[in-house]
Nanobody, 118 residues
Framework: VQLVESGGGFVQPGGSLRLSCTVS????????MGWFRQAPGQVREDVGC????????YYAEPVKGRFTITRDNAKNTLYLQMDDLKPEDSAMYYCAAGCQVVDVSHAWGQGTLVTVSS
């Protein structure tokens, strides 16, 4: 299984970023996919997840209303649109198969770093 996250960067508070995750080695279209993040010194936490068809979504409370997860099954790619970013959103972001950290049974990708600061 290989997951390659991209799109991270430095942004000011209130700004936006769009993350991408390209997946290979697992049946992407048959798996619930999720985004997760880990800030320095913190445990990895759930951000949200999306159903196989993209019609059912879950978002963690801190990001609800600001983040949007979508997927393109034809491209084996997962997206995370992040709007109205806050300094507390700064973290390494990862994608994985599953809706919660405890559900993930494969190796993690390298992640993509998001830094929100003025």
């Amino acid at each position: 299984v290989q997951l390659v996250e991209s799109g991270g960067g430095f942004v000011q508070p209130g700004g936006s970023l769009r993350l991408s995750c390209t997946v290979s080695g697992l049946p992407f279209g048959d798996r619930v996919m999720g985004w997760f993040r880990q800030a320095p010194g913190q445990v990895r936490e759930d951000v949200g997840c999306i159903s196989l068809s993209g019609t059912s979504l879950y978002y963690a409370e801190p990001v609800k209303g600001r983040f949007t997860i979508t997927r393109d099954n034809a491209k084996n790619t997962l997206y995370l649109q992040m709007d109205d970013l806050k300094p507390e959103d700064s973290a390494m972001y990862y994608c994985a198969a599953g809706c919660q950290v405890v559900d993930v049974s494969h190796a993690w990708g390298q992640g993509t770093l998001v830094t929100v600061s003025s």
